[in-house]
């Protein structure tokens, strides 16, 4: 197996690599080898479960705020969530973490943080389209779709959208709908299993661009429309996790990340 992952980086130019289909199709090629088409399903479960066990004490936290400063804080609990991964090199995660370091991750801050302009510009769209990450992150996505759903006095439709099929711990409709964003929100999939916004279907494209406002979380999302020309205003939320999204960004690794960016 590992002759021939080799064989595949030999045959790859890396000025021309587009990082989410490379690595996508490492994935899968390992996957057809092994004969197991979705070996994190059991890490997946378990970070579902570690998440929906601390979700009401988390969202009791939040809620004691008001306001600009409570959409701050869902967020920063947002994009905490994004450190729910088993997939960068360097990033090292245990879900013994989440259950003991939470609550002080939620004292962060972030090192770009867009969140003022995001809150202001939320007055204007009526249709948000939440393009999810991971298992077990998701789980805290339920506060942002809540929080979009109904702030600064408007009401608004979300779609929220997931995996077709499995890659890595990204999550599925099955775990979407496991920690109950389908009472929530309307579930889609992107019709693709590659890593962020590749392969994806003609059905998801023309739901991206029904929506006034995208919300994009994790790294692969957004190294799949950080350079697109969009018509529509993004809104990333992520972790650096690795040195290239890092240096995109002009930041370091382990930064939290609220990117508002308007056409």
């Known amino acids: 197996m590992y002759r021939e992952i080799m064989d595949i980086l030999a045959k790859t130019d890396p000025k021309t690599i587009h990082l989410p289909i490379f690595t996508t199709e490492i994935f899968h090629h390992v996957y057809k080898l092994t004969g197991c088409a979705d ?3 059991e890490l997946k479960d378990e970070s579902n479960e570690i998440a929906l066990s601390l979700l009401p004490a988390v969202a009791q936290k939040i809620h004691s705020e008001k306001g600009f400063q409570r959409f701050r804080k869902v967020i ?3 994009i905490l969530g994004n450190l729910i991964d088993f997939g960068p090199g360097h990033h090292i995660f245990s879900l013994d973490d989440l259950k003991t370091e939470f609550f002080e991750w ?6 770009i943080d867009d969140s003022k302009e995001l809150y202001e510009w939320l007055k204007k769209v009526d249709k948000i389209l939440i393009l999810g990450d991971n298992a077990g992150e998701i789980a805290f996505d339920n506060l942002l779709i809540d929080e979009l759903s109904n702030s600064n006095g408007t009401m608004r439709e979300i779609t929220y959208c ?3 099929g499995p890659i890595a711990n990204d999550a599925l409709l099955v775990d979407a709908k496991k920690v109950g964003i389908d009472k929530r929100a309307k579930l889609i999939t992107t019709g ?11 059905e998801f494209w023309e739901e991206f661009n029904m929506n006034g406002l995208i919300i994009s979380k994790g790294q692969s999302n957004f190294k ?3 350079k697109k020309s969009l018509d529509k205003p993004v809104a990333f939320l992520l972790r650096t996790k690795c040195p290239g999204v890092a240096k995109i960004l002009g930041v370091d690794v382990n ?3 609220c990117l508002f960016k308007v056409p």
């Open 39 to 41: 070996p994190y399903k």
């Open 224 to 226: 799949s429309l950080w």
């Open 162 to 164: 997931v995996k077709q």
């Open 76 to 78: 920063l609990t947002s």
């Open 106 to 111: 939620m004292n962060q801050g972030f090192e």
């Open 255 to 257: 930064k939290n990340i």
């Open 192 to 202: 693709s299993d590659y890593f962020g916004v590749e392969k994806v279907s003609k």
